[in-house]
T-cell receptor, first 114, second 112 residues
């Protein structure tokens, strides 16, 4: 069975410093992986996705993630945090085969300190 | 891509009543999904709704409590029946387009 683990429930960084949100997945097959962001009282927005193309994926707002099959990881990074990055981030895995649903991580809350 | 709208955006309801949430997509899609996000939690899939067939419910969710309609390829409704305070959550509609899944803005439900 597929699963995804977000290693930190809460990450706090200072504005202008790097962001690292960690995600590990378990899979017997090649998955599709996604990062979604949810700002307070807002819906889910797709940040970026990996679907078996380039292993380094660039997303919106300066975020990127690297798919590392050997480590079964898909960590989200950003070189310099901005106050507007404060939100909940979800790592998601899917196979998109048949009716296989998405599997969500528990989420990581990112706080950015001025 | 797909743009999804939901109605209502939020509601406050009395226990024992029912609320129907509408989901409209700007393009025709085969697969639509309904999720629940309880306070401070991640998303949990309630059911998958394909046009022309009965919805498929995940473990812990039943049709009597969460009936779903899917009359065409751009629209679906989810009803939360006989509500209790434990049903207070955000309910999100989602669709799959190509290799990406998109989410609506959610309906924030509070049950008193």
């Amino acid at each position: 069975a597929q699963s995804v683990t977000q290693l930190d429930s809460h990450v706090s960084v200072s504005e202008g410093t790097p962001v690292l949100l960690r995600c590990n997945y378990s899979s017997s097959y090649s998955p599709s992986l996604f990062w979604y962001v949810q700002h307070p009282n807002k819906g889910l927005q797709l940040l970026l996705k990996y679907t078996s193309a380039a292993t380094l994926v660039k997303g919106i707002n300066g975020f990127e993630a690297e798919f590392k099959k050997s480590e079964t990881s898909f960590h989200l990074t950003k070189p310099s945090a901005h106050m507007s990055d404060a939100a909940e981030y979800f790592c998601v895995v899917s196979y998109f085969s048949g009716n296989t649903p998405l599997v969500f991580g528990k989420g990581t809350r990112l706080s950015v300190i001025a | 891509s797909a743009v999804i709208s939901q109605k209502p955006s939020r509601d406050i309801c009395q226990r024992g009543t029912s609320l129907t949430i509408q989901c409209q997509v700007d393009s025709q899609v085969t697969m639509m999904f309904w999720y629940r996000q309880q306070p401070g939690q991640s998303l949990t899939l309630i059911a998958t709704a394909n046009q022309g067939s009965e919805a498929t419910y995940e473990s812990g969710f039943v049709i009597d409590k969460f009936p779903i309609s899917r009359p065409n390829l751009t629209f679906s409704t989810l009803t939360v029946s006989n509500m209790s305070p434990e049903d207070s959550s955000i309910y999100l509609c989602s669709v799959r387009a190509g290799d990406t899944q998109y989410f609506g803005p959610g309906t924030r439900l509070t049950v008193l």
